[in-house]
């Protein structure tokens, strides 16, 4: 990937993470000062042509702009506490993870000290971080984005600028999360009802995958519609329906002896939109028992 914008950066916190963006920077031809916790994360960078920066207020002052990636908000918070005044005028992109207010919060922080902050959500694993696959939200100053945009672009293929409020790229990295980890579990959880039936996890995904393309993946778009003009009405599988359905799949679980939680915590959301009187309705209005905390 070829990016016209080869200044200097500063990437803070050499993580598997922090390893990958700082490499892809070097790569690029950008002259990357680093900084970790522990030294010896640098090394391979060092080989590189990356240089290491003893102590973080040397690692700021090196380059106008500091990635940062290190584990939470918190760690983020308290290494820069004491560097106020070597950040005072530069831009600051954090692409550590947290919560929505974690990234408002440090947008507060960096405004009443003079700081230039975008907040961002990688998409990807380390591995995939400077390949056409890989995605990252940003959110915050559309100005500082704009100015960045080209310095950025060596880390993923794909960089989507959300939005004014800093805390939209954590909001979109969680939805995915959630995304991930819940169809993930389902996974799981089918693998553990087939292997009691003596079928393998390799047997069985084959079809996993095409009830994901063919069933799951067209519900989602369907979904999206009928959540946005509010309109549940289904002539494909009713809440009443499923009701039904996810009643065996608890007790099949819990007679064989396997954790059942995860699909109950489903069946009481969707138990709890048949007593609201929107049995008929389609599975995507479970949309709004979620709404109801
Ligand atoms: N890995 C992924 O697939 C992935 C994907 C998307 C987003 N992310 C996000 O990227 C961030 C970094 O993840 P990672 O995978 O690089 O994690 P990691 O390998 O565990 O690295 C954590 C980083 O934080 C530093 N750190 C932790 N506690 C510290 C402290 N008290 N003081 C100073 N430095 C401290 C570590 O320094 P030391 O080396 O000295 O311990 C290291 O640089 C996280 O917010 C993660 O959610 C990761």
Redesign the pocket.
């Known amino acids: 990937m070829s990016n016209t914008n080869q200044g200097p950066v500063t990437v803070l916190?050499?993580?598997?993470?922090?390893?990958a963006l700082a490499t892809a920077f070097v790569k690029n031809g950008n002259p990357t000062t680093v900084w970790?916790?522990?030294a010896d994360?640098a090394d391979a960078l060092v080989e590189q042509g990356a240089v290491f920066a003893a102590d973080i207020k040397q690692a700021i002052e090196a380059s106008p702009v500091v990635v940062a990636?290190?584990?939470?908000y918190e760690?983020l918070n308290?290494?820069l506490a004491d560097a106020a005044d070597e950040l005072k005028g530069k831009v600051v992109i954090n692409?550590?993870?947290?919560t929505p207010e974690d990234a408002r919060a440090f947008a507060v922080w960096a405004e009443q000290n003079g700081v230039r902050y975008l907040d961002g959500?990688?998409?990807?694993?380390?591995q995939m971080i400077g390949l056409p696959q890989a995605l990252i939200f940003y959110a915050g100053s559309q100005e500082v984005y704009a100015e960045h945009e080209e310095l950025l672009k060596p880390l993923a293929g794909t960089n989507v600028y959300l939005g004014a409020d800093t805390g939209v790229a954590m909001i979109y990295d969680l939805g995915l999360l959630s995304l991930l980890w819940s169809s993930l579990a389902g996974y799981f959880h089918a693998v553990a009802l087939v292997n009691s039936a003596g079928v393998s996890a390799e047997a069985f995904t084959p079809f996993a995958l095409t009830w994901i393309e063919h069933v799951i993946t067209p519900s989602i778009p369907q979904s999206a519609q009928e959540i946005d003009s509010a309109s549940f009405d289904t002539e494909i599988s009713s809440l009443g329906v499923n009701k039904a359905a996810i009643e065996h799949l608890v007790a099949t679980s819990k007679q064989l002896g396997i954790n059942s939680d995860f699909s109950a915590a489903i069946q009481a959301l969707i138990e709890r939109r048949v007593e609201q009187g929107h049995a008929g309705h389609s599975l995507a209005s479970l949309v709004e028992a979620f709404k109801q905390g």
Do not use: D, E
Not at 13 to 19: N, R, S, V
Not at 69 to 72: L, N
Not at 95 to 98: E, K, M, N, R, W
């Open positions: 916190g050499l993580g598997m993470m922090g390893t970790n916790r522990s994360k990636c290190v584990s939470t760690v308290g290494l692409l550590t993870s947290g959500a990688i998409m990807a694993v380390p």
